[in-house]
């Protein structure tokens, strides 16, 4: 909402008590009370008028959990990712394929040589 520090509240203050004057201050911090005091009034009144219009089946609706800013996409694929008990053929075959490819061509490199090894692959890369 509105990010004010103590340092920062403390500097609006000096500055209000400045150019609205010692004489006019109290009217207009009396307005800001009352306005503050409606629109306290004003929420509770919608709330209350909400709570009616959907009846009782809606009191006990846990609403956080409705919320959209608790998802994020990189927990929800990684825990999707993770739920796989058992490795598909198709990514146990190519796994073993490769690990295969890497020991023979270890095994099968010469003196000066370095062995056939796939290069590194960054997923995060642009």
């Known amino acids: 909402m509105i990010d004010i520090n103590g340092g920062e509240f403390l500097i609006i203050v000096v500055l209000a008590v400045l150019l609205i004057g010692p004489e006019r201050l109290p009217v207009y911090a009396a307005q800001l009370a009352s306005l503050v005091k409606r629109?306290?009034?004003?929420?509770?009144?919608?709330?209350?008028?909400?709570?009616?219009?959907?009846?009782?089946?809606?009191?006990?609706?846990?609403?956080?959990?409705?919320?959209?800013?608790?998802?994020?996409?990189?927990?929800?694929?990684?825990?999707?990712?993770?739920?796989d008990?058992?490795?598909?053929?198709?990514?146990?075959s190519a796994a073993g394929a490769t690990a295969a490819a890497a020991t023979a061509g270890a095994a099968g490199a010469a003196p000066g040589q370095r062995a056939a090894v796939p290069a590194p692959f960054d997923d995060e890369a642009t």
């Open 85 to 92: 008990d058992e490795p598909t053929p198709a990514r146990s």
């Open 39 to 83: 629109g306290k009034g004003f929420l509770q009144d919608a709330k209350s008028r909400v709570d009616t219009e959907l009846g009782p089946e809606f009191k006990d609706v846990d609403w956080s959990k409705l919320d959209p800013r608790q998802y994020d996409p990189r927990r929800i694929v990684r825990e999707a990712l993770m739920d």
